[in-house]
């Protein structure tokens, strides 16, 4: 398979939509305060991973191009409680993925905003932030692919329970989370509501497409959802 069929990328037409529902907005805790379409960031074919490709978990493992170095090493943490404060940074070890967020909204039509760089990550601004309780998660979102190749979070599938997702909040803290569970879900059959609903501890979600490839749409038929908890013990400032 050349690389061009590999990673056709690209924006397909948009679907017609599908039952709203999606992500709140934080400033009403109830998962089902905001209507959103299912195909926002995580749902819709010409939103996140539209860029095309092979299926993520189809494709065999290969290196991967992100907008930053992989990390040899991670600074040590004084353990401190996490405020809620706005993420500026992801790290992801395992996968060797570091960079600034971007922040994304709703467009007109009530999906979310993608990154305009297939080696940006974005994160939902108007939803929680790190260290928000009582709240639904954190949503960080990345593209999987373009034309040239893999994206941001194209090795988003080899993360596993465990795995540690850093994130470098606005006051200088860093708050810690530990993966605890994968999941791929059709995006025609998305479970908003078990995926958004309020969370009593702090957790947050890595988000993009995976599943088989619709040529016809240029579309990923499914999501992958990384869903991940805050530790508090290894949370806190940078070690000077």
Known sequence: ???????????????????????????????????????????????????????????????????AAPLPSVAPLKSAPVVPSPPVKVEIPAIGVSGGLVDLHLNPDGTLEVPKDYQQIGWYADGAVPGDTNYPPTIIAGHVDSYQGPAVFYDLRNLKAGDQVRVTQADGNVAVYTIYATAQYPKSKFPADTVYANRAESELVLITCTGAFDKSLRSYDDNLVVSARLDPASSGTPAS
């Open 1 to 67: 398979m050349s690389q061009s069929d590999e990673f056709p990328g690209g924006f397909p037409a948009e679907p017609e939509p599908a039952t709203p529902s999606g992500p709140p907005s934080r400033v009403r805790k109830s998962h089902v305060a905001i209507v959103l379409l299912v195909v926002l960031a995580l749902g819709g074919g010409y939103l996140l991973g539209t860029a095309g490709g092979p299926a993520p978990a189809q494709a065999a493992a290969a290196p991967v191009t992100t907008s």
